[in-house]
């Protein structure tokens, strides 16, 4: 139930997005969620892929550095008030988020979050006894 | 190790006292041998007054002027030269990076002495008729490849004439060759091994057992890294063009300084600022003479290298006076905000680290009134990249460790791997933009 979020370490100079974009391209990666945070130097790219681990190997042989990350993904119901109930059964238990993004799926109305957090077997606990629907890694890479 | 061996015993076991004479008697035929072959040197000499018989004891050699890098430009191409084109049997020159280059000409005496030297150095680093060694210094005006190749070829080594660049061959003749012996700078030995990881090949398929490496200074940090990286054991060697080129002093086994070879040079050390001869064992810039050159003689030239000389008996056996690796250079030396810098401290700073990659790069600039200093860095481990905290934290690991070496506040970047400039010759670390408008 863990997914595998790669951790990419960009530079800030152009086409260096565009470098790491082509190489996934060209090894026939989908990227399925993005999320970059940045500062003045260099930035984190963070990505949900359909193949993490083929994405780690290129990545790697292009000497890019990378990591490869464990992460949580939850569905929730696409209307107001769907996020903050899925929060508060973490913040319950003391569960801080390290960070997260979301992403809608156009199919229905469902949306996914990657959620960072410091334990995440404590994590998927709290979710489960809360009853928010966790993803599994078949479901996020097939989307 | 193996049994120490001693190439020249004669020369290189001599008493303290027997080598101090022989220096003498040599310095007092040589300041002859200038004022009578050199017009600049019978121009100098004749204003402060030296001539051969008042030098009476070797601390006398104070009087003599200093020799420097522009009297050698300025004398372009063979304005210093002591003897006539006939008696002349090669050539080399700077690479004049800045100005012109400088000239330097050995006469048939002078290329078997550098070959002896070249041969007591190398020996003394382990070499033997055992041993294949590979060349990777470029080969041409410089005096680094030929020194070191005909000083080789003395003590029966086989010699690959490599050059440097196109590295993927010189690994292919590596594997093929068993070369055993490697001949490079620090930084391209170090690029080479990163070159060897990548190429596919497993490693036992490369025999390297010694890296006479020099050129270049390499702190005992990037020494170690060099060594893990090819599982050889890397000796340093000194000599600079002007004077000869490699085989003034170089690394024994016990690696604890570079044995001058004296019975050829006496070295001194000065403070660059005030010009005053330092004792004995105090560090300053290294001021050589060569004491038997007969092409291109040379008085107290100022080498602009920081290091300190030790008279200590080694080890090894061997008598001679040791001096330390290189600090740095007088004129590498960076002023920042008052603060002295030499590249080395930093590089000493960073290479322990296991983050990072080996290369990095300095950045000075000015702003406003305050100089800043940039140091740029290659982020190698992945498992940082999970939290920003741990990216600050190894920013800031770097940070406090130059606070502590160099008692500055640096900016350290954080680079992707391979995007800092890698070379193949010497290494040009510095960016000084503070002359840039």
Redesign the interface.
């Given at each position: 139930m863990i997914i595998k979020q790669l951790?990419?370490?960009?530079?800030n100079k152009a086409g260096?997005m565009a470098e790491v974009t082509q190489i996934l391209a060209s090894n026939n990666i989908d990227i399925r969620a993005l999320s970059i945070?940045d500062?003045t130097?260099?930035g984190?790219l963070r990505l949900i892929v359909n193949n993490p681990q083929k994405a780690l190997d290129a990545l790697k042989t292009a000497?890019?550095?990378?990591?490869l990350?464990g992460v949580i993904a939850i569905a929730i119901p696409d209307h107001p008030g769907g996020l903050a109930r899925a929060i508060k059964v973490l913040s319950d238990r003391q569960i801080s988020i390290?960070y997260m993004y979301a992403f809608l799926n156009p199919n229905n109305a469902t949306a996914f979050v990657i959620l960072?957090v410091e334990d995440n077997e404590k994590a998927l606990q709290a979710l489960q006894d809360g009853n928010i629907r966790i993803m599994k890694e078949s479901e996020i890479y097939e989307i | 190790m193996s049994k120490i061996a001693i190439w020249d015993r004669n020369a290189e076991t001599m008493r303290r006292a027997d080598i101090r004479a022989l220096q003498l008697e040599r310095l007092k035929h040589l300041v002859g041998y200038c004022i009578n072959n050199v017009p600049f040197y019978y121009e100098r000499l004749t204003k402060a007054g030296v001539t051969a018989e008042k030098i009476k004891t070797l601390s006398d050699v104070q009087y003599i002027p200093f020799t420097t890098k522009d009297d050698l430009r300025d004398h372009y191409p063979f304005g210093l030269f002591a003897v006539p084109m006939q008696k002349i049997a090669r050539i080399h020159a700077s690479s004049g990076t800045t100005g012109k280059p400088t000239v330097v000409g050995y006469t048939k005496n002078d290329l078997e002495n550098w070959a002896q030297m070249v041969a007591r150095i190398t020996t003394a680093a382990g070499a033997d008729d055992h041993t294949i060694v590979q060349i990777a210094f470029g080969y041409g005006m410089f005096t680094g490849a030929l020194g070191l190749h005909y000083g080789l070829e003395k003590i029966g080594a086989a010699v690959v004439p490599c050059s440097s660049g196109n590295t993927e061959k010189q690994l292919m003749f590596m594997r093929d060759f068993k070369t055993n012996a490697l001949v490079a700078t620090p930084s391209y030995a170090l690029y080479m091994a990163e070159c060897a990881k990548e190429s596919g090949y497993p490693m036992e398929q490369y025999h390297l057992r010694l890296g006479l490496l020099g050129s270049e200074g390499c702190t005992p940090e990037m020494r170690d890294r060099i060594e893990q990286g090819w599982g050889m054991f890397v000796t340093d060697n000194y000599g600079l063009s002007e004077v000869c080129g490699p085989g003034m002093s170089g690394e024994c086994q016990l690696r604890c300084g570079l044995h001058i070879n004296e019975d050829h040079f006496l070295c001194e050390t000065i403070n660059p600022q005030t010009l005053e001869v330092l004792p004995v064992g105090e560090t300053g810039e290294l001021v050589v003479t060569t004491l038997t050159k007969e092409a291109i003689p040379l008085l107290r030239y100022r080498t602009k290298d920081i290091t300190k000389i030790t008279e200590e008996p080694c080890a090894c056996g061997r008598t001679t006076a040791r001096m330390d690796k290189i600090k740095g250079r007088s004129d590498d030396m960076l002023k920042i905000r008052g603060v002295n810098v030499f590249p080395s401290q930093v590089e000493s700073a960073l290479v322990g680290m296991q983050k990072i990659g080996p290369h990095y790069q300095l950045i000075v600039r000015r702003e406003g009134f305050a100089d800043t200093l940039e140091v740029k860095v290659e982020l190698v481990d992945g498992s940082v990249l999970e939290k920003f905290a741990e990216l600050e934290a190894v920013q800031n690991e770097i940070k406090n460790r130059l606070r502590t070496v160099l008692g500055l506040s640096v900016k350290v970047t954080l680079a992707e791997p391979k995007s800092l400039e890698r070379f193949t010759g010497k290494a040009r670390r510095v960016i000084d933009l503070r002359n840039e408008h």
């Open positions: 951790s990419i370490f960009v530079e260096r945070a500062t130097d260099y984190i000497s890019i550095t990378v990591t990350t390290e960072r | -």
